[in-house]
């Protein structure tokens, strides 16, 4: 019986697509275009207000595509970050003991919540950075970092060598992170006490450091000062980028919040009290007994999150932003008339993405799992 | 702050004393939960403090000082909200561009749709299962002849003259009636023992879940048209809506997925045993269980799909975000962003927030039945 619904099943989608094939064909020759990414290599003709690599208007489509692609990762790296540390600030929150904080942080989570993406990002866009003051009244951080309706400006690292510091900074990620690995790794086995952040930290700063000097290239940190009617120097976040960062950290953080209270209250009330009675205070029950245990918990549903703020970053081509979506799938279709191609493309990036983190999360998973005896 | 053992889940401490007086009972109360120790008290007086500074910035402003008529943006003189704004385009807001003098055909829709939601969610009517039958086949239908018309005398309204409030309830009824029963299918497909149906079902769940919903808009709305027999002029709405379907049926199918996982098979070999085939052991004893396990999953999923509804306004249809947006920028409203969004959030806000408590007291009166 099996084989027959199966052979239907084969034979529908068969049938759908040499119908859906056929009509393609119909329509293309209607339309005069053609299948293929031939289109890639025209110029694309059009500014992008901001791109991290370097593009002018007569760069063709698969420069389009890439800075798409790193305008969305940048995106999602930012919005990562912030909503993660203000989702933990939430979710231990919505634990204290102390009433008023674990009232505040409810209310946070069920207004934010329940309200669209989309009009968060609108509201930051349209009426939070509107009415910020302009470049020349501009809000002053420290002097360092400013806010005004231009967008934020941070104070930003210039080199002339910026291929070498960018090595010579994943190189001393590298060597912190073995360090810290091995410097933990004694201390466990030895049931000594090891600091191993400190010699981590100094190894970390270290390495660029010497690149630098050793190599005699120049480097110095460019600070935002104003200058007529607008800033120079530093790092402009636009306002597009601004608004949609802070949005998206706002929304994301209401679901993290959750994800981190769901995970610690999932740790069992008798593994802290067992804490407590071998003479554990309050950070060593969180660090060596809570944590490890809530971290099980809340790895995948926080990847899935993740993966979330990822896709939720195409909300982007509403404001303006160039994302990939804004971009790529937006701008480039109504230039070349390609929708299948692009559409296509864009589905696969972010495809390809999930799918990588998606493996990532399992092997986790098969590697954190509780090993019985 | 407080002592190891309770803090993580600091909630559940007791507070002791409470047989006391009211009063001895409440301030035992406030020292215990805000002032229990000096910075306790500090950081409680600041969370009061900055909880005060919001309500006072926002109420006055939406409420105090607030305007309520007017014909434009300068009638608005306070420094409160311009709700003259919102009760100018109230209409608009809520029918879109529907011509006003057919208004009432949306108006019976709505009074259908809330007859459907009472008889569905009021425990006491019977006939659940009429209710489901009248809100999958009776309610779409009839809302669609309804508010396109072009028989027994009603005028055809062109599906892109809908829009506002009407439109999102389209988008997200038909959308959560349609994707739980797809997304049931697929689940069941996904743990099905034929290998071509699984690998199928596990492709498209997949797919959907790895790519943001915008682009699954884009496709249905740019490239699906490539498909179909040239000549058709498909309705950007149709699409919207089969897009919507079929992207929440996938997040649907995991969520069900969960709870047939959840089941032990024992269930499966007792239905087995009884002489059950499969559809009989599916629907008669496998889904009601699997169903109950994972009711907040699926209202989350159903949230999510309402407040997914406002990306239809990247591809050009006038939900209700669209047409506030499309308001604000009347030269004669211009600067109303905020009331407009106001307006918006608290309409979604009330119909999330009301899924959720809806979704509580079906777990609770489930938690009930299992315990009796």
Same mark, same amino acid.
């Given at each position: 019986?099996?084989?027959?619904?199966?052979?239907?099943?084969?034979?529908?989608?068969?049938?759908?697509?040499?119908?859906?094939?056929?009509?393609?064909?119909?329509?293309?020759?209607?339309?005069?275009?053609?299948?293929?990414?031939?289109?890639?290599?025209?110029?694309?003709?059009?500014?992008?207000?901001?791109?991290?690599?370097?593009?002018?208007?007569?760069?063709?489509?698969?420069?389009?595509?890439?800075?798409?692609?790193?305008?969305?990762?940048? #995106?999602?790296?930012?919005?990562?970050?912030?909503?993660?540390?203000?989702?933990?600030?939430?979710?231990?929150?919505?634990?204290?003991?102390?009433?008023?904080?674990?009232?505040?942080?409810?209310?946070? #989570?069920?207004?934010? @919540?329940?309200?669209?993406?989309?009009?968060?990002?609108?509201?930051?866009?349209?009426?939070?950075?509107?009415?910020?003051?302009?470049?020349?009244?501009?809000?002053?951080?420290?002097?360092?970092?400013?806010?005004?309706?231009?967008?934020?400006?941070?104070?930003?690292?210039?080199?002339?060598?910026?291929?070498?510091?960018?090595?010579?900074?994943?190189v001393g990620l590298a060597a912190a992170l073995a360090l810290f690995r091995s410097l933990t790794g004694y201390a466990?086995?030895?049931?000594? @006490? #090891?600091?191993?952040?400190?010699?981590?930290?100094?190894?970390?700063?270290?390495?660029?450091?010497?690149?630098?000097?050793?190599?005699?290239?120049?480097?110095?940190?460019?600070?935002?000062?104003?200058?007529?009617?607008?800033?120079?120097?530093?790092?402009?976040?636009?306002?597009?980028?601004?608004?949609?960062?802070?949005?998206?950290?706002?929304?994301?953080?209401?679901?993290?919040?959750?994800?981190?209270?769901?995970?610690?209250?999932?740790?069992?009330?008798?593994?802290?009290?067992?804490?407590?009675?071998?003479?554990?205070?309050?950070?060593?029950?969180?660090?060596?007994?809570?944590?490890?245990?809530?971290?099980?918990?809340?790895?995948?549903?926080?990847?899935?999150?993740?993966?979330?703020?990822?896709?939720?970053?195409?909300?982007?081509?509403?404001?303006?932003?160039?994302?990939?979506?804004?971009?790529?799938?937006?701008?480039?279709?109504?230039?070349?008339?390609?929708?299948?191609?692009?559409?296509?493309?864009?589905?696969? #990036?972010?495809?390809?993405?999930?799918?990588?983190?998606?493996?990532?999360i399992n092997l986790f998973n098969h590697m954190t799992r509780i090993v019985e005896r | 702050m407080t002592d190891a053992?309770?803090?993580?889940?600091?909630?559940?401490?007791?507070?002791?004393?409470?047989?006391?007086?009211?009063?001895?009972?409440?301030?035992?109360?406030?020292?215990?939960?805000?002032?229990?120790?000096?910075?306790?008290?500090?950081?409680?007086?600041?969370?009061?403090?900055?909880?005060?500074?919001?309500?006072?910035?926002?109420?006055?402003?939406?409420?105090?000082?607030?305007?309520?008529?007017? !014909?434009?943006?300068?009638?608005?003189?306070?420094?409160?909200?311009?709700?003259?704004? /919102?009760?100018?385009?109230?209409?608009?807001?809520?029918?879109?561009?529907?011509?006003?003098?057919?208004?009432?055909?949306?108006?019976?829709?709505?009074?259908?749709? /809330?007859?459907?939601?009472?008889?569905?969610?009021?425990?006491?009517?019977?006939?659940?299962?009429?209710?489901?039958? &009248?809100?999958?086949?009776?309610?779409?239908?009839?809302?669609?002849?309804?508010?396109?018309?072009?028989?027994?005398?009603?005028?055809?309204?062109?599906?892109?003259?809908?829009?506002?409030?009407?439109?999102?309830?389209?988008?997200? /009824?038909?959308?959560?009636?349609?994707?739980?029963?797809?997304?049931?299918?697929?689940?069941?497909?996904?743990?099905?023992?034929?290998?071509?149906?699984?690998?199928?079902?596990?492709?498209?769940?997949?797919?959907?879940?790895?790519?943001?919903?915008?682009?699954?808009?884009?496709?249905?709305?740019?490239?699906?048209?490539?498909?179909?027999?040239?000549?058709?002029?498909?309705?950007?709405?149709?699409?919207?809506?089969?897009?919507?379907?079929?992207?929440? !049926?996938?997040?649907?199918?995991?969520?069900?997925?969960?709870?047939?996982?959840?089941?032990?098979?024992?269930?499966?070999?007792?239905?087995?045993?009884?002489?059950?085939?499969?559809?009989?052991?599916?629907?008669?004893?496998?889904?009601?269980?699997?169903?109950?396990?994972?009711?907040?999953?699926?209202?989350?999923?159903?949230?999510?799909?309402?407040?997914?509804?406002?990306?239809?306004?990247?591809?050009?249809?006038?939900d209700l975000l669209n047409i506030v947006s499309a308001g604000v920028s009347d030269p004669l409203w211009a600067g109303?962003?905020?009331?407009?969004?106001?307006?918006?959030?608290?309409?979604?806000?009330?119909?999330? &927030?009301?899924?959720?408590?809806?979704?509580?007291?079906?777990?609770?009166?489930?938690?009930?039945?299992?315990?009796?």
């Amino acid at each position: 019986m099996g084989w027959l619904y199966q052979g239907l099943l084969v034979a529908a989608l068969a049938f759908l697509a040499s119908v859906a094939v056929g009509n393609l064909h119909d329509n293309l020759a209607a339309r005069g275009l053609k299948l293929g990414f031939d289109f890639l290599w025209q110029e694309a003709g059009f500014e992008i207000a901001f791109h991290l690599i370097p593009y002018t208007a007569s760069d063709n489509y698969w420069r389009v595509f890439l800075i798409g692609i790193t305008n969305t990762l940048l #995106v999602t790296v930012l919005a990562i970050v912030f909503s993660t540390i203000l989702g933990f600030a939430v979710g231990i929150a919505q634990l204290s003991g102390n009433w008023a904080m674990s009232r505040a942080a409810r209310i946070y #989570v069920e207004i934010v @919540r329940n309200l669209p993406q989309l009009l968060h990002i609108l509201i930051l866009y349209n009426v939070a950075l509107r009415a910020l003051p302009a470049p020349r009244a501009a809000i002053s951080l420290g002097d360092a970092v400013y806010l005004s309706n231009r967008g934020i400006l941070v104070p930003a690292l210039t080199t002339d060598r910026p291929g070498l510091l960018a090595l010579a900074i994943l190189v001393g990620l590298a060597a912190a992170l073995a360090l810290f690995r091995s410097l933990t790794g004694y201390a466990e086995r030895s049931g000594r @006490r #090891v600091n191993a952040w400190l010699p981590a930290l100094a190894v970390l700063l270290l390495v660029p450091a010497l690149a630098i000097g050793l190599s005699g290239a120049g480097i110095g940190v460019s600070v935002p000062q104003l200058k007529g009617f607008n800033f120079a120097g530093g790092w402009v976040l636009v306002p597009e980028l601004s608004a949609l960062v802070i949005a998206m950290a706002i929304y994301n953080a209401a679901f993290i919040g959750e994800l981190v209270r769901a995970s610690i209250e999932s740790v069992n009330k008798g593994q802290r009290e067992a804490s407590a009675a071998i003479g554990f205070g309050w950070w060593q029950t969180l660090r060596f007994i809570v944590i490890p245990q809530a971290v099980r918990v809340l790895l995948p549903p926080l990847s899935n999150q993740y993966l979330n703020i990822l896709k939720g970053s195409s909300l982007a081509v509403a404001i303006g932003y160039p994302d990939l979506v804004g971009v790529f799938t937006g701008i480039s279709i109504n230039q070349t008339g390609r929708a299948i191609e692009i559409v296509a493309m864009t589905m696969a #990036v972010y495809l390809a993405i999930s799918l990588l983190i998606g493996a990532l999360i399992n092997l986790f998973n098969h590697m954190t799992r509780i090993v019985e005896r | 702050m407080t002592d190891a053992a309770t803090l993580p889940a600091g909630r559940a401490r007791p507070v002791p004393g409470s047989a006391g007086a009211p009063l001895a009972r409440a301030l035992s109360w406030l020292r215990q939960r805000l002032f229990a120790s000096w910075r306790d008290g500090l950081l409680s007086l600041a969370v009061l403090a900055m909880l005060g500074a919001i309500a006072w910035a926002i109420v006055p402003w939406a409420l105090f000082d607030a305007t309520w008529s007017g !014909a434009s943006r300068a009638d608005c003189t306070g420094s409160g909200a311009c709700w003259a704004f /919102v009760s100018a385009k109230a209409s608009q807001f809520v029918y879109g561009f529907y011509p006003r003098a057919e208004r009432w055909r949306p108006d019976i829709a709505f009074a259908l749709l /809330v007859a459907g939601l009472v008889w569905l969610m009021v425990p006491r009517i019977p006939a659940k299962v009429y209710a489901g039958f &009248f809100m999958m086949i009776v309610l779409p239908v009839a809302t669609y002849l309804l508010l396109h018309g072009g028989f027994a005398g009603l005028a055809v309204v062109p599906s892109d003259q809908w829009g506002g409030l009407l439109l999102t309830l389209i988008l997200a /009824v038909s959308g959560i009636t349609f994707s739980l029963p797809f997304g049931v299918l697929f689940a069941l497909g996904r743990r099905s023992r034929m290998p071509l149906l699984r690998w199928f079902c596990i492709g498209f769940i997949e797919f959907c879940r790895g790519v943001p919903f915008l682009t699954v808009l884009f496709m249905a709305i740019v490239m699906l048209p490539f498909f179909l027999p040239s000549g058709t002029k498909p309705d950007p709405l149709a699409l919207a809506v089969v897009g919507i379907i079929f992207y929440e !049926a996938a997040y649907m199918a995991e969520v069900v997925r969960g709870g047939l996982q959840a089941l032990p098979k024992g269930q499966y070999e007792a239905a087995m045993a009884i002489g059950f085939g499969y559809w009989r052991t599916m629907f008669h004893i496998i889904l009601p269980q699997a169903v109950r396990k994972v009711v907040p999953g699926v209202v989350n999923t159903t949230i999510s799909l309402l407040k997914n509804t406002t990306l239809v306004m990247v591809v050009g249809l006038f939900d209700l975000l669209n047409i506030v947006s499309a308001g604000v920028s009347d030269p004669l409203w211009a600067g109303s962003q905020a009331e407009g969004y106001f307006i918006v959030g608290l309409v979604f806000w009330l119909m999330s &927030f009301g899924l959720s408590c809806y979704s509580r007291a079906i777990e609770a009166r489930f938690a009930r039945a299992e315990r009796t």
